[in-house]
T-cell receptor, first 112, second 114 residues
Framework: NAGVTQTPKFQVLKTGQSMTLQCAQD?????MSWYRQDPGMGLRLIHY???????DQGEVPNGYNVSRSTTEDFPLRLLSAAPSQTSVYFC???????????FGAGSRLTVL | KQEVTQIPAALSVPEGENLVLNCSFT??????LQWFRQDPGKGLTSLLL?????REQTSGRLNASLDKSSGRSTLYIAASQPGDSATYLC?????????????FGSGTQLTVLP
């Protein structure tokens, strides 16, 4: 049982480059979400999805796009990376009714 | 808007000491509160979930309490061990958009010295 898998674990980008952070879960969870974690600021919600074909914005959505074409996958796209997007990104999922989120191991992104 | 605060940001204690981590929240209309553990370079692992109707929840050496009226929760760790060294975060659910979300505190980084 793999749980929530994030790739890549580390990535360095130059300002203006684009990239996609991948997230996959094998637990048939309806709800998936992306958080960013910055020093001293806890985790902040970027985007989330309550099911395939449905996405919505969280607290800090600017500069990020998401899609949910399947139940298993929820990629996070940075269209034009900025240094302010340097952070650790976490994907998390749960069933619709559950209280507890299952987190991936995180992806550390540095934008130069 | 719900705000969650954890003080102190960092704590260092000798092995064997009992300790308390604090979490406060501004909106007392919550229906549960969760404590998570985060090891360096890893994701978050749920430790305890305490329902609003409960005052305490226990798991091994961990005990979480909740006082909704004062907007506070504490995580008590008994007989601390070096393996307890990690960042501990608390989170409360909030309803935003089409789903229930979690609002996190910024965490307390705990170091237990051997």
């Amino acid at each position: 049982n793999a749980g929530v898998t994030q790739t890549p674990k580390f990535q360095v980008l130059k300002t203006g480059q684009s990239m996609t952070l991948q997230c996959a879960q094998d637990m048939n969870h309806e709800y998936m979400s992306w958080y960013r974690q910055d020093p001293g600021m806890g985790l902040r919600l970027i985007h989330y999805s309550v099911g395939a074909g449905i996405t919505d914005q969280g607290e800090v959505p600017n500069g990020y796009n998401v899609s949910r074409s399947t139940t298993e996958d929820f990629p996070l796209r940075l269209l034009s990376a900025a240094p302010s997007q340097t952070s650790v990104y976490f994907c998390a999922s749960r069933t619709g009714s559950a209280n507890v989120l299952t987190f991936g191991a995180g992806s550390r992104l540095t934008v130069l | 808007k719900q705000e969650v605060t954890q003080i102190p940001a960092a704590l260092s204690v000798p092995e064997g000491e009992n300790l308390v981590l604090n979490c406060s929240f501004t909106d007392s209309a919550i229906y549960n509160l969760q404590w998570f553990r985060q090891d360096p370079g890893k994701g978050l692992t749920s430790l305890l979930l305490i329902q609003s109707s409960q005052r305490e929840q226990t798991s091994g050496r961990l005990n979480a309490s909740l006082d909704k009226s004062s907007g506070r929760s504490t995580l008590y760790i008994a007989a601390s061990q070096p393996g307890d060294s990690a960042t501990y975060l608390c989170a409360v659910p909030t309803f935003s958009g089409s789903a229930r979300q979690l609002t996190f505190g910024s965490g307390t980084q705990l170091t237990v010295l051997p």
